[in-house]
Nanobody
Framework: QLQLVESGGGLVQPGGSLRLSCVASGSTLGYYAIGWFRQAPGKERVGVSC????????FYADSVKGRFTISRDNAKNTVYLQMNSLKPEDTGVYYCAAKLLSCGSMWPAGALFGSWGQGTQVTVSS
């Protein structure tokens, strides 16, 4: 069974950068689409970005386009989320999750993502 572990979170000032990592074990990452999701205190979880396995398509929430970049290294079984120009509203717990093959149109809602990591905290504050 696929297991996911996130890392790379922390406290950063507005305008700063962080790179999150999602390391997979138990299965081959290349079969899966990987999504990144954020949950802020008192708010619903939202989709941030997704990288399909089939075709290699990438998707971003409008709020992070041009600032965040998702990438994957299947040889290392790792997906990254490079976050630049961070804003206070980017604060939250970031989770990676996996579903077979493609992100699908419902990816922002986390639909059909069956494996989830434990999350890593990102705090953007001065």
């Amino acid at each position: 069974q696929l297991q996911l572990v996130e890392s790379g979170g922390g406290l950063v000032q507005p305008g700063g950068s962080l790179r999150l990592s999602c390391v997979a074990s138990g299965s081959t990452l290349g079969y899966y689409a990987i999504g990144w999701f954020r949950q802020a205190p008192g708010k619903e979880r939202v989709g941030v970005s997704c990288f399909s396995s089939s075709g290699g398509s990438t998707f971003y929430a409008d709020s992070v386009k041009g600032r965040f970049t998702i990438s994957r290294d299947n040889a290392k079984n790792t997906v990254y989320l490079q976050m630049n120009s961070l804003k206070p509203e980017d604060t939250g717990v970031y989770y990676c999750a996996a579903k077979l093959l493609s992100c699908g149109s419902m990816w922002p809602a986390g639909a059909l993502f069956g494996s989830w990591g434990q999350g890593t905290q990102v705090t953007v504050s001065s």
